[in-house]
């Protein structure tokens, strides 16, 4: 039976069929060179505590509705004066997301100075370009929906956009293509995409066989200060977090909690 990832991508592959007649490759290419310099993502991750990449997710395909009151704008500018060192943005419908979403928050300036990533399902060079199309500083590629040669092809393509890549792993085979591939930036993802059973033993596993010279992120299932000193005595530079965040009761408050912010930017 095809496992959640598989359903995903399968409908990725049509929904992007559509979107190339829609927009072709010249037209982002137009939309690309009218596009400010990326900011840089590898950097904005590194220092002396784990950074907070805060992430705006309306909703998932397993708890469905997240975020009622959603305001990708809002959300980004919360994170951003509130110590977010940089701001995912889920861009595929499952998640009740759109590319649009990174247009809104970039044309509103909302994201600040932290570097903004492009998360979907990425398997083809156009949406590569489409990311840097609509603004995007980094983009997510996933190991598990990737062939070597793939991977290879697809990080080589961002960057020379300008753009960073998250690579994202969940097993030591995804680290090894991670790696061969001359990845910067390596995610660990705690959550199965195949089954998206969540378990922050995943970092503890795969953590020591990321080179101390790479920025290693862990993701997903994330939501406390106990969880980042976990994390952060394994190497961890720093955690995605979407759920924990958009779910909270006062979401500026739970960004200073995961970011280490004492107080808003300017107050």
């Known amino acids: 039976m095809p496992s959640i990832l598989d359903k995903i991508v399968a409908q990725k592959r049509q929904e992007l069929a559509q979107q190339k007649r829609q927009v072709s490759l010249d037209q982002l290419q137009e ?109 997510l590629l996933i190991a598990d929906i990737l062939e070597q040669s793939q991977m290879d092809y697809l990080l080589a393509l961002t960057r020379e956009l300008g753009m960073e890549c998250l690579v994202e792993v969940h097993n030591p085979s995804d680290v090894g293509m991670a790696l061969q591939a001359g990845a910067r930036v390596i995610g660990i993802n705690n959550r199965d995409l195949h089954t998206f059973v969540t378990d922050l033993a ?22 406390t200060p106990e969880d980042l000193r976990r994390l952060r005595r394994l190497g961890v530079s720093a955690v995605l977090v979407g759920e924990a965040i958009v779910t909270a009761a006062d979401t500026a408050q739970k960004v200073r909690e995961l970011s280490g912010c004492t107080a808003p930017v300017g107050d």
Request: proline share 8%; net charge positive.
């Open 31 to 139: 939309r690309i060179a009218g596009q400010p310099a990326p900011l840089d993502f590898a950097a904005a991750l590194r220092g002396r505590q784990i950074r907070l990449i805060a992430e705006v997710k309306k909703a998932s395909p397993s708890r469905g509705l997240l975020c009622p009151d959603f305001d990708p704008v809002r959300l980004a500018r919360t994170y951003a004066s509130n110590g977010a060192a940089a701001i995912s943005v889920l861009t595929d419908p499952r998640f009740q997301g759109e590319p649009e979403h990174i247009v809104q928050i970039k044309r509103a300036g909302a994201s600040g100075r932290a570097p903004v990533l492009r998360k979907d399902f990425i398997f083809d060079p156009y949406q590569v370009y489409e990311a840097r199309a609509i603004g995007a500083d980094a983009l």
């Open 202 to 223: 995943v970092t503890e596993k795969l953590a020591a066989l990321v080179p101390q010279d790479k920025v290693l992120v862990s993701e997903s299932g994330i939501s």
